[in-house]
């Protein structure tokens, strides 16, 4: 058996496949404790867990620890006369009016900032060698009586010349055993030095919270019989072997969106959707992200918190507008919604768990779009008069009825998501007309039809048992790692230079794989150039072709350039300009071994009937199906409510829907 757990900010899902038959679970989320949840989801599956093989897991642990700075104590080591960049970071004012504007926090004060004497340049030469007596007599006491639990070193231009970095971290481990040592040439080999800095001081800091939490599921699970094989979801949209996690704990950060991205893109792409806009409403953020020709996109830097994070991640755009986000009324008397959330505790008022504050949860229930008979299949009873009950507040700021304040929420956190949708198509040269839009997550399906129409996208693709699609997601997804390089060359030299890079990155990325124990005959390589004009200040990713890579040309690089810079830009194409290299990143995957059918679960739900809804400020006639009593080629032409035992999808005037049969329920506008 294989079991899938994502554990998100307000419900933890489950899914589990074993001989064709596949198992799905919702439970509420335990905030403080997430292993909890994880375990309570596979106790209400009813699951042996002698009898699973591999446990894919994802966990918002990382995440919380940086946001909630619940980290590790670090200590920061860097070149003599840098110790300051953590808080110099960048000019660039997020807020440019805000006259009381502070730039966010680092993880750790400027009294746990270090420096050693020691200076390398950008080409990798050595002018000052490493103080080593200095490091012994000086450093090593002060990170002693510090009490530090983990060091980030981060040395001028290491990216180029690790030595001094590999030197250091050996002193400091040789005479501090217990301390976890993080060097910046083992987390990102990319040049920028604030960025480069404030990831691996990043790194430093979650890596022991994940090496705990993770030695605590797994002594839980051994506790309880399980001798498979657990892994852990990545940022890039690929998996690791947990013991292979303790190391990369960076690239968790946002695993359970990535884990949702690909579950959503395996599925549809059965249907023969390839060019997707992903769409994750979850309980407390809303994620979005582009995905052309089956494949994600992808982007080397993201942040958390206001901090930046230099490592592959999906390039996905999050917003705060989730089914448990709170509306409200600012200083200006305008109405918000988010990025406050209700999340698991007390959650939304509806859920009678002790909330008061109205949600899009709430919203949609005193909508009647949410039928407290049907909600997750009638497994958790929720409060209708509660959730009209917090909405009174908000009704009379506006002079609305309950009804109408209700409708207002939902079209404003409707409007936010468009705005996260056209971040990541529009503003980076796509049209988001040519794609479908996948809604998943318990809400996506909900809002779907309504957020296309603003965008001019004609058709959905829902999949079956939405709201667990990134459990699903842990299941479907590869094994994937990359590894990245700045080695800053003329274009001219990509073919011969930069070839040269691209195999002892895959060099690297191979002797990984066969420390897991995986079978390197099956891993498959990408190879990507960052490239720019000559002059410019940041790249855009190009991707060469992988069975070329010993006689890659100059054309390839500059074909590939010109055509990802006029995509961007919409110019650039025959540009009498010189071209450089930047960095070079290989990816590696290892494809999983199957890949569950989801159109295989029992969708549950109630019996047809009709029940009305509130849209255009009016009741409306609506027809409510169950989930399971959708059959292959069943066609709806008018207002429908599908309830499923993990989502809700509701189909307007002016659609049609059909289940196809690949499970997935293809929504287009007449």
Not at 118 to 136: F, I, Y
Not at 212 to 217: D, K, Q
Request: charged share 20%; with cysteine; proline share 5%.
């Amino acid at each position: 058996m294989r079991v899938g757990v994502e554990v998100g900010g307000t419900f933890t899902d489950l899914v589990a496949v074993e001989d064709g038959r596949i198992i799905v679970t919702k439970v509420r989320s335990t905030p403080h404790s997430p292993d909890i949840g994880a375990l309570d989801a596979i106790r209400q599956a009813d699951l042996t867990l002698a009898a699973v093989t591999e446990l894919a897991h994802g966990s918002t642990v990382a995440t919380n620890a940086v946001l909630e700075r619940k980290g590790t104590k670090v200590a920061f080591v860097t070149t003599a006369g840098f110790r300051d960049i953590l808080f110099l970071q960048r000019h660039d004012r997020r807020s440019i009016y805000d006259i009381h504007y502070q730039k966010p926090e680092p993880v750790m004060a400027r009294r746990d900032c270090f420096e050693v004497a020691e200076r390398v340049l950008a080409d990798g030469s050595v002018v000052e060698a490493l103080d080593e007596a200095a490091v012994r007599e000086t450093l090593v006491p002060l990170i002693a009586a510090g009490n530090y639990k983990s060091v980030a070193v981060c040395l001028l231009n290491s990216y180029a010349n690790p030595a001094h970095e590999i030197r250091l971290a050996e002193i400091i481990e040789t005479a501090l055993p217990g301390v976890l040592v993080t060097r910046s040439s083992e987390v990102v080999r990319i040049f920028r030095e604030y960025e480069r800095a404030s990831t691996t001081s990043l790194s430093a800091y979650v890596q022991p919270v994940i090496d705990s939490y993770l030695r605590r599921f797994e002594q839980q699970l051994d506790e309880a019989g399980f001798t498979g094989h657990l892994t852990v979801m990545q940022s890039n949209g690929g998996r690791l072997p947990a013991s292979a996690m303790r190391r990369s704990a960076i690239t968790a950060l946002f695993s359970g969106p990535a884990a949702g991205v690909v579950g959503a893109t395996r599925q549809v792409g059965k249907s023969g959707f390839e060019d997707l806009i992903t769409f994750d409403m979850g309980g407390t953020s809303t994620d979005v992200c582009l995905v052309e020709k089956g494949r994600p996109a992808l982007t080397m830097e993201t942040e958390i918190g206001g901090l930046p994070v230099m490592t592959p991640v999906l390039d996905i755009v999050t917003v705060g507008g989730g089914g448990g986000s709170i509306a409200w009324i600012d200083d200006g008397g305008m109405l918000r919604v988010g990025p406050q959330s209700a999340g698991a505790d007390p959650g939304p008022a509806c859920y009678g768990f002790g909330g008061e504050q109205p949600t899009v949860t709430d919203a949609q229930v005193v909508l009647g779009a949410v039928r407290p008979e049907a909600f997750l299949g009638g497994r958790m009873k929720i409060d209708t008069e509660a959730a009209r009950a917090a909405f009174a507040g908000i009704a009379e700021h506006f002079g609305l009825s309950i009804d109408e304040a209700a409708e207002s929420v939902v079209k404003l956190v409707n409007s936010n998501i468009v705005r996260a949708i056209q971040l990541v198509s529009t503003e980076r040269g796509r049209d988001p007309r040519d794609y479908a839009l996948v809604p998943f997550g318990g809400g996506g399906p909900l809002h779907a039809a309504a957020i296309a129409e603003e965008l001019g996208i004609g058709t959905i693709c829902v999949p079956p048992n939405a709201g667990v699609i990134s459990a699903y997601g842990l299941l479907a997804s590869d094994f994937v790692k990359f590894a990245s390089r700045t080695s800053k060359m003329p274009m001219d030299s990509g073919p011969s230079e930069g070839a040269r890079v691209f195999r002892e990155l895959r060099d690297e990325l191979l002797e990984e794989f066969r420390q897991m124990g995986l079978d390197t005959e099956r891993l498959s390589f990408t190879y990507t150039a960052d490239m720019r004009f000559v002059g410019q200040a940041f790249e855009l990713a190009v991707e060469l072709p992988a069975e070329r890579l010993d006689s890659l040309a100059v054309e390839d690089f500059g074909k590939g350039f010109e055509a990802a810079h006029y995509r961007m830009f919409y110019h650039g194409v025959g540009a009498n300009r010189a071209i450089e290299i930047v960095s070079l990143r290989v990816g590696a995957t290892y494809p999983a071994e199957s890949i569950p059918e989801m159109s295989a679960i029992d969708k549950g739900g109630r019996d047809p009937a009709d029940h009305p809804i509130f849209s255009g400020g009016r009741w409306i006639d609506c027809q409510h199906l169950g989930g399971s009593s959708l059959v292959q080629g069943q066609r709806i032409d008018r207002p429908t409510i599908v309830e499923g035992s993990t989502a809700t999808t509701y189909i307007p005037a002016g659609w049609q829907a059909e289940l196809d049969a690949a499970g997935n329920l293809v929504m287009k506008r007449s």
